[in-house]
């Protein structure tokens, strides 16, 4: 049964590979294979098969609800129901929308829509509630978000949530609620729950963690607590997750037994047992429903079915048994859940527990010594366990989580949880109580967060690299049992060789006189990374959450600490709105832009023509803007031209034809590049003919976004570059677009949309 569920994870993990799902009749030829079912030492085969085809089927009815090209971009009226708790976002200049998921109704044009994921600036002619049923005018687009290499993918993502379609809500369209949602609407009732609760709390700095703990809903948590909770690696703590079901799903059974046991002849034809076991269940159901049945949840509670069910059929069952059961179960409920860290982590954690306790006793100890003694030995044992698929997935590891989940777990569990659930049961029949016990939770919570805060702040709290190669976390893993093994087994200190790499093999970086040249997919704007040997420079940040979800991310995957000389284009907020995550997150040497005055703080300097510098045999030099240039931003933005021994790259910002013309007559030669940054991501009021030819590159990038709301690139400006037999690539059909540049000339583009791509990928 063990190696059948493992077989049957591998054939689902392997179709996670594919970039393409084939079409359904191709799935025909698989079947052959079942006949290893006949062979029981073939049968491993034959479960492999099934998993790949199970996972097969269950993505392509999800690409099945994708978005008809001739919707895409088109206002269209739909109506549906709103899912989920819709959350608040602020943008800067005080723009505020409501972003929330909302399931439409068939209709002529798309018989099969799926889940949508819309946004509405500005205020709805009535509160937005789960359940409500709307008309609305929309214009929608296909996920299609950023993908960079080392960096989140945001569209897997979306994908694992069903979530194929985003739109925004037309504000002059029509948005006309049509039916209020019914009693027994399970996200209204955690709706109603959240408001309630934060009528009861009103300020207090612990709210968000209690929403969270009571209905699954993060949205309410601070900046600042989410910082603290990822360094003390106590995140999974503040979620519905199956240690808090867990929990409840336990003292369910503890008091469901101790109470049916005074039931006198009802035991006899329900023994106690079977009955905590049926509330035990109820109790872990209903939890799950508070937090909204998120895919999390729904892994928990097959989890802890599969526990009860021992109990249920008086058979004991051994723990590794169990687990096999339940990856199962997770898997033909949801085979996409292993998209998910969460999935890795949670059965892994369970996993590490059971073999970390298995066959270990302490002898000649109280109860509550070896309770004790097990609850160290397992955070011990969780701690080093995960950290090779922590390191690989996150980048990081909290080195004091330990130390703060020995204190957190039971603090949450055995009085935050309890105190929240209680006072959410009552809220809407006895506030006065409700509020004094939530209260208290929240008072609890807030002496906890203040031990974690000063965890969170130690210098050493988080260790951070750059990803580990995949065999380097193999090998880890391997070590990691070496060293779980029980006392006295021979050599464990071997483990410790086996670890060694995931932290000593060193990220690949360029030789001298060589430079890599990346340039970032961050949609609608522009940030390229040039390194060299020893040094790496940054040109403009992108958007302000650009530079915390891409250009972050990159760099840390990459190993880069520090950056030498950041370069900011111009103000624009597509060029400069990321700068200061960078900034604040990493080490910057030299600040170089058009616009200081925006970085006064950081003594930033003004670029002018004619700075220059060297870097490991690779030439900088700054073409523009001349001293006391006066002109509007986008034709102030610094142009850097970046030679080496195997060609050139010219950066442009966001200049115009005005400032073109000035570039063409004060450099009518050192102007050409064989690898152009295309101005102002293709726009019509640049790349002028006299420019291209000017320039004379070889190849031209555009940085845009996919659909973006100016049209860039134009398709005039794309045609004029493919006219003069320049080779174009566009960030939003590629993804991050990767050079080397060594004596070798110009190596072939690295395309992140090739190299990475999946069936998920539109």
Not at 237 to 244: E, N, T
Not at 518 to 525: A, H, N, R, S, Y
Not at 575 to 584: D, E, F, I, Q, T
Not at 667 to 677: E, M
Request: include cysteine; charged fraction near 15%.
């Amino acid at each position: 049964m063990r190696l059948g569920a493992i077989a049957f994870l591998f054939g689902i993990l392997f179709c996670q590979t594919l970039s393409f799902i084939p079409a359904i009749p191709s799935f025909i030829l698989l079947f052959p294979l079942f006949a290893f079912f006949i062979l029981p030492r073939y049968r491993v085969i034959a479960l492999f098969t099934l998993g790949l085809l199970w996972a097969m089927w269950r993505a392509d009815m999800i690409l099945a609800q994708k978005l008809p090209n001739a919707l895409e971009g088109q206002d269209i009226k739909i109506t549906g129901t709103i899912i989920n708790l819709p959350q608040e976002k602020h943008y800067r200049r005080n723009v505020s929308a409501w972003q929330f998921d909302f399931a439409p109704l068939p209709f002529k044009e798309w018989q099969n829509p799926g889940k949508l994921r819309l946004k509405l600036f500005g205020n709805p002619p009535q509160s937005l509630r789960p359940g409500q049923q709307w008309q609305f005018t929309v214009r929608l687009k296909r996920v299609h978000e950023s993908l960079n290499p080392g960096v989140f993918d945001y569209s897997k993502y979306l994908f694992q949530q069903r979530i194929l379609t985003k739109g925004t809500v037309r504000t002059k369209g029509e948005q006309r609620l049509l039916s209020e949602p019914s009693l027994f609407n399970s996200d209204n009732l955690r709706y109603r729950l959240a408001q309630s609760i934060r009528a009861e709390l009103g300020d207090s700095a612990s709210i968000g963690i209690i929403i969270a703990l009571a209905v699954g809903e993060r949205q309410w948590l601070t900046s600042k607590q989410k910082t603290i909770l990822q360094r003390t690696g106590t995140a999974h703590l503040i979620a519905i997750s199956g240690l808090h079901i867990g929990f409840i799903a336990m003292l369910a059974f503890w008091i469901a037994r101790r109470l049916w046991s005074y039931a006198g002849k009802a035991t006899l034809w329900l023994p106690a047992p079977y009955f905590a076991a049926f509330v035990s269940f109820l109790a872990a159901f209903l939890y799950a429903l508070l937090a909204g049945f998120s895919i999390s949840t729904q892994r928990a509670l097959i989890m802890i079915a599969v526990a009860l069910s021992g109990i249920m059929f008086s058979r004991k069952v051994a723990p590794s048994h169990i687990l096999a059961y339940a990856l199962l179960l997770v898997l033909l409920w949801d085979p996409l859940s292993i998209l998910s860290a969460g999935f890795w982590l949670s059965f892994g954690a369970v996993a590490i527990i059971a073999y970390a306790l298995s066959c270990r006793c302490e002898q000649g100890i109280s109860s509550l010594a070896k309770w004790g003694i097990g609850t160290l030995h397992s955070q011990i044992a969780v701690v080093l366990g995960l950290f090779p698929i922590s390191l690989y997935i996150f980048g990081y590891i909290p080195l004091t989580s330990i130390l703060a989940n020995t204190i957190a777990i039971p603090w949450v569990s055995f009085i935050v949880v309890p105190l929240t659930l209680l006072g959410t049961a009552i809220i809407l029949y006895l506030p006065a109580l409700s509020g004094e016990l939530l209260q208290i939770a929240a008072y609890t919570l807030d002496a906890l967060n203040s031990s974690l805060e000063w965890l969170a702040h130690i210098d050493w709290a988080i260790w951070q690299q750059h990803t580990p190669p995949l065999w380097s976390v193999l090998t880890a893993m391997i070590g990691v049992a070496i060293l779980l093994l029980p006392r006295g087994f021979p050599a464990r200190w071997l483990g410790i060789i086996w670890i060694l790499p995931i932290f000593f093999t060193p990220p690949p970086y360029p030789n001298r006189g060589e430079v890599w040249f990346t340039l970032l997919d961050i949609g609608q704007g522009l940030a390229a990374v040039i390194r060299t040997e020893n040094y790496v420079l940054l040109y403009d940040t992108g958007k302000a959450f650009k530079g915390r979800t891409v250009i972050l991310p990159f760099f840390r995957a990459k190993g880069i600490q520090q950056i030498d000389k950041l370069l900011i284009s111009h103000d624009d907020n597509d060029h400069s709105g990321g700068a200061r995550s960078v900034l604040k997150n990493f080490r910057v040497d030299e600040i170089l832009t058009s616009a200081p005055e925006k970085f006064k703080e950081d003594n930033a300097r003004l670029c002018q023509a004619g700075q220059y510098w060297h870097w490991d045999d690779v030439h900088f030099q700054i073409l523009h803007p001349p001293k006391n240039y006066q002109a509007k931003d986008n034709d102030r933005s610094c142009v850097l031209k970046i030679t080496t021994i195997g060609g050139t790259i010219l950066l442009s910002g966001d200049i115009e034809k005005r400032t073109e013309y000035h570039l063409i007559k004060q450099y009518p030669i050192d102007l050409k590049a064989d690898i152009l940054i295309v101005p102002h991501h293709g726009s019509k009021t640049s790349s002028t003919i006299n420019f291209i030819k000017a320039v004379q590159p070889i190849i031209a990038l555009f940085s845009a976004g996919y659909r973006n709301r100016f049209g860039h690139p134009k398709k005039e400006i794309v045609q004029r570059y493919r006219h003069h037999k320049i080779k174009v690539w566009n960030t939003a059909q590629t993804g991050a677009i990767q050079f080397q540049l060594s004596a070798n000339g110009i190596s072939p583009p690295i395309l992140a949309r090739e190299e990475m791509r999946r069936y998920w990928h539109q």
